[in-house]
Structure formats: structure tokens, C-alpha cells
């Protein structure tokens, strides 16, 4: 009896190796090496989105970007601390809006400001806010704060702002 | 220069598409267009069909519309009471296409005029194909769909939100675009026939860009659930989102090879937006080297052998194409977010408040769309 399940348990090791063996290589195989930190959003929270009346605007001052870069710089950083402030008192969770300015195709935009929003959103996760608390959104070149042509005009419009759900 | 190049394009993008691997390679020049005229069609309807084939058969790039003295084939037929009876004869009479189509006059003029391009040329004409683009002539961005010679347009959305990026399915039967309706950017589907809308893609974060399988059964599209914005392939009603690429950088504009095995996309994840090519069931992006510095937007000629995209260069947008055989990459024309027509030698881009098709290998524009506000982002049905 002891003998059986011993070879019983032998078996199930070895048909284990066999099925690891054979297991298909991972989909993603090949591209060892490559960005796979970024964290996952959470659900949307219900009835709430940034252009809801249910998000309060302008609370906090937006983050700004150089040209095609979705890089936080550090003078920016200050901005990122004060919501981090906020949200660490245990009031209200944000959805960070991600813009661009108009120099660039519209769907690459898209693309562009959701990674500055995810952007700050990494920054306001490593001053140790839950990622569960923070959504993203990308408004691409639209909505644009200063609809004029010109280096300031692009300069006020690469940004991300914030908006507080209530 | 440019003139050479241009010449030199003239004789490859006619010589492409006109025959298929196996067959041995001829070189058309320019002056093998196929010459043919169209005598006055009879019937009730036979003015306004008359006019509509000569158009198409005008804007089809591959003939040359002359008087019948110098004709090589005659276009005729009778128009009325909603049926068209279109026949084509060559230099010595015998008959080459003898059909009957039924419907409104345009409908079945554009039906007969692709068939005279089939049967004369061997290539799929544009004439039943349809289009969509973003307008804004209601005050915001919304999506229209139209005739792919601009006629017959109407707005197919009334949101008053950001309504963008159009992607229209084999036969023009479905539409996707990304919409804010909800106040985020999701993916919705629309059937054309009906009207009935369904929002299909509705994750968290930033869903948009899709663009759907030359079968009809997929969509290829820019998601950020997981944390940043990668390319990923769905079922037409959204499930089963299977990531491709896994980069820090953004990842955009997926166009599907005419087999449906390959994507390209934009990616900036080497600094600025580049094109990569990558297998639509994983792998590795390659990418796709064109000399310029800003590429987005790629349209998959449906002969599988060229791109067309957008660069950005001096502050402006120019649209380029690119032989993915290898040669080299060129400007055709100033504007942006170019689609290929399924001649695999039209492109139709926006510019402005126009949009314009473009015959690549003679390089004639049209503009077919304006008036409806700045207009963009069009898509072209195969």
C-alpha cells in the first residue's frame, strides 16, 4: 500500500517534469529583458470619470512635460508631494488626465498622455500612495488650456492634472 | 529629384499590384494604362449613371478616358427604374462584361464600374467602398461615414463628447471607434445597417486606436490596464485581450497585414515614434527603418507591400510611403493619417478641413471631403 502511493507520488513528480518539459514557451518569450513593471490600474470606481461632476478640478496644480517626454522632472516632483500629502490623510482618490500639445498625430497623443498620467501615477506610488487609489485617463491633444499656437501654448498644454473623486 | 522618384513609383506601384507572386514579374510603364470611353448610357437614369462611371472610372487611376476614336474598349449600357444593364465591348465588338445591377443609380454605377475594373485589370476597384473620419462641424469631434468619393455622408455619432479614430470592418458591415462618452476613452462598435452601437472595450485607463482584422473577427488596439500603453489583440466584442508588446515606451496605431499574421505600430520606446512589425500572436517588434524621425499612424497596403504614415518634420506633417521590400521611404504628399484604398494604389489623408485621395503612382489628388469642420483620422473599408 505505502509502496503505491510512493510510486504514485514518483509518477505525479515525474509526469510534473514531463509537463513542464513540455509546456509551451511563455507568449512573451523572446523579449527577455524588456518593461514589464508598470502596475496594473484598478477598476473603474462607479458613475465617476474625469469629465463626471462627481470629480473636483483644479485642487491641485497640473504636472508639466518637456516635448514628446513623459518624464516627471524633479521641479515637478513638488507637485506630485502635495497630492501624495493629500491622498496619505485618507481623503479622496484621483484619476490623473493625461494632455499633449498639438505638434504630434492625434492617436499617438492619445497614447502620449495616457503615459504622462501613468507617469505621475508611478511617481505618487513611490511616495507610497496605493496603487488601488489612483486612475488614469488620456485626453490626447483635446481640451487644450491654451488653444493658441506658440512655445507657451505647447509648453501649458503638456501636462497632467488631477481631479479628486468625491 | 523628387520627379525620378516619383516616375520611378509610377512604374513600381503599377507593376505591384497587378499580379500575384507565382506569376512572372512584368514591368507596366505608364503608357500601358488601358484606354477606354464611355458612350452615354439610354434609359431614364442613364445621365446620372453616365456621370457617376465616368468619374469612377476617372478616379480608378488605371485607365485612360478618351474619346472612342482611340478607345481600346467601350463602356455603354441602359439606366432605369432601378436597374442598370452595363456592358463593356473591346476593339473588335465581342463582348467583355455583360451585367445587370439593381439599386439607386450611384449604388449600382459604383457596382458596375468596379467590375469593369476587375475584369479589364485584374484589381479590386475602389467605386463601392466606403469611408470614415472624424468632423467637426457640429462643434465637436464626431464620426461620419460616407461614398469613398465623399458623397452620401452623414454623422453616424451625436455624443457631443470626443468621438475619434475610426476603423471600419470588411464590406463597411461595422465600425470601431474610440469614444468618451463615458468619460474615459473606450472602444465602441457600431453596425452600420442598424445604427446599434455597443461599447466593446471598457477597461481601466485609456482603450482606443482600434482597428479591426481584415477577417472581421478581430481588433487590434492600444490599452493601458496593465500599466502602460501596449498594443493588444480582442475579439470584436472585447474579450480575451491578449497583450503583444511589453515596452516603457507608447505604443500605438496597430494596422493589420492583409493575412492578418502581422501588425504594425508606432512605438517611441527608442525616443521618438518609429514603426515596428511584430506577429499578431507575440513576439518580439522589429522594427521598420525609414529614415525619418517622427513616423505614426501606419496604414498595411491590402497588397501587403507598402506602408503609408505619417512623419512630422519642419513643424508639419507630411504623408510618406514606404516599399516593405525594402526601398526606401518617400514623401508623397503634405498632410496626415493616410489610409490604403484597397487598390493598394489610392491613399485617401486628411488635410485640414479636407480630405484628400491620392492616386500614388501618378500622384493625382481629389479632394473629396470638406465642409464638415477640421476633419480627420478617415478609414477606408476593403
Not at chain 1, 509537463?19 to 502596475?39: F, L, Q, R, W
Not at chain 2, 522618384?5 to 510603364?29: D, H, K, M, Y
Not at chain 2, 504623408?319 to 521590400?325: H, P, R, S
Request: hydrophobic share 35%.
Amino acid at each position: 500500500m505505502k509502496k503505491s502511493i510512493v510510486f504514485a507520488a514518483g509518477l505525479c513528480v515525474v509526469l510534473l517534469a514531463a509537463s513542464c518539459k513540455t509546456k509551451p514557451k511563455d507568449e512573451y518569450a523572446g523579449i527577455d529583458g524588456d518593461y514589464v513593471s508598470g502596475v496594473p490600474l484598478p477598476d473603474r470606481a462607479d458613475g465617476s470619470s474625469y469629465l463626471g461632476g462627481n470629480v473636483s478640478k483644479g485642487q491641485f496644480q497640473p504636472v508639466q512635460f518637456g516635448f514628446d517626454s513623459f518624464e516627471v522632472s524633479g521641479a515637478e516632483m513638488g507637485k506630485v508631494q502635495a497630492v501624495a500629502d493629500f491622498m496619505r490623510s485618507g481623503k479622496g482618490d484621483v484619476i490623473i488626465a493625461g494632455f499633449t500639445d498639438d505638434r504630434g498625430t492625434e492617436e499617438y497623443n492619445r497614447g502620449l498622455g495616457e503615459r504622462r498620467a501613468l507617469a505621475v501615477r508611478e511617481a505618487l506610488i513611490g511616495k507610497g500612495i496605493s496603487a488601488g487609489r489612483v486612475q488614469t485617463v488620456s485626453f490626447g491633444e483635446e481640451m487644450p488650456v491654451d488653444s493658441g499656437g506658440g512655445e507657451a501654448a505647447w509648453a501649458a498644454n503638456r501636462r497632467a492634472e488631477f481631479g479628486v473623486i468625491r | 529629384m523628387v520627379n525620378v522618384l516619383l516616375r520611378l513609383f509610377v512604374v513600381l506601384g503599377l507593376a505591384l499590384p497587378a499580379f500575384a507572386a507565382e506569376e512572372p514579374v512584368i514591368t507596366v510603364r505608364k503608357g500601358d494604362r488601358v484606354s477606354l470611353t464611355v458612350a452615354p448610357l439610354g434609359g431614364s437614369s442613364g445621365a446620372a449613371v453616365t456621370k457617376v462611371l465616368q468619374k469612377d472610372l476617372d478616379l480608378a487611376g488605371w485607365f485612360d478616358v478618351v474619346d472612342a476614336a482611340r478607345a481600346s474598349y467601350t463602356v455603354s449600357g441602359t439606366a432605369g427604374g432601378g436597374s442598370l444593364q452595363g456592358k463593356v465591348t473591346d476593339g473588335g465588338g465581342g463582348v467583355v462584361l455583360s451585367k445587370t445591377y439593381s439599386g439607386g443609380d450611384r449604388e449600382a454605377a459604383h457596382q458596375f464600374a468596379d467590375d469593369i475594373v476587375e475584369t479589364l485589370t485584374g484589381n479590386k476597384g475602389i467605386a463601392t467602398t466606403k469611408i470614415a473620419f472624424v468632423g467637426t462641424a457640429s462643434g465637436s469631434k464626431e464620426i461620419y461615414f460616407a461614398d469613398y468619393d465623399g458623397n452620401n455622408s452623414r454623422r453616424l455619432t451625436s455624443d457631443r463628447s470626443i468621438s475619434v479614430a475610426p476603423s471600419l470592418g470588411p464590406g463597411a458591415r461595422n465600425l470601431a471607434y474610440t469614444g468618451y462618452h463615458e468619460g474615459y476613452p473606450d472602444v465602441y462598435i457600431i453596425d452600420v445597417a442598424s445604427g446599434a452601437r455597443q461599447r466593446v472595450v471598457k477597461a481601466p485607463g485609456t482603450n482606443s486606436g482600434a482597428a479591426i482584422s481584415p477577417d472581421g473577427g478581430k481588433m487590434a488596439l492600444t490599452m493601458s490596464k496593465d500599466g502602460n500603453p501596449e498594443i493588444y489583440v480582442t475579439g470584436l466584442r472585447g474579450g480575451m485581450a491578449r497583450r503583444l508588446t511589453r515596452t516603457r515606451g507608447v505604443e500605438s496605431s496597430p494596422t493589420w497585414s492583409p493575412d492578418g499574421g502581422q501588425l504594425i505600430y508606432s512605438s517611441d520606446n527608442g525616443g521618438s515614434p518609429q514603426l515596428y512589425r511584430i506577429g499578431a500572436g507575440g513576439g518580439g517588434g522589429s522594427l521598420i527603418s525609414t529614415g525619418f524621425g517622427y513616423c505614426a499612424d501606419p496604414s498595411w497596403s491590402s497588397d501587403g507591400k507598402k506602408v503609408a504614415f505619417t512623419v512630422r518634420s519642419g513643424g508639419g506633417f507630411s504623408v510618406a510611403v514606404m516599399d516593405l521590400a525594402g526601398g526606401g521611404a518617400k514623401v508623397v504628399a503634405s498632410g496626415q493619417n493616410p489610409v490604403w484604398g484597397r487598390s493598394s494604389r489610392h491613399l485617401i489623408f486628411s488635410s485640414g478641413s479636407n480630405l484628400i485621395l491620392l492616386d500614388v503612382p501618378t500622384g493625382r489628388t481629389t479632394t473629396i471631403v470638406s465642409g464638415l469642420g477640421k476633419v480627420s483620422e478617415p478609414a477606408w473599408s476593403l
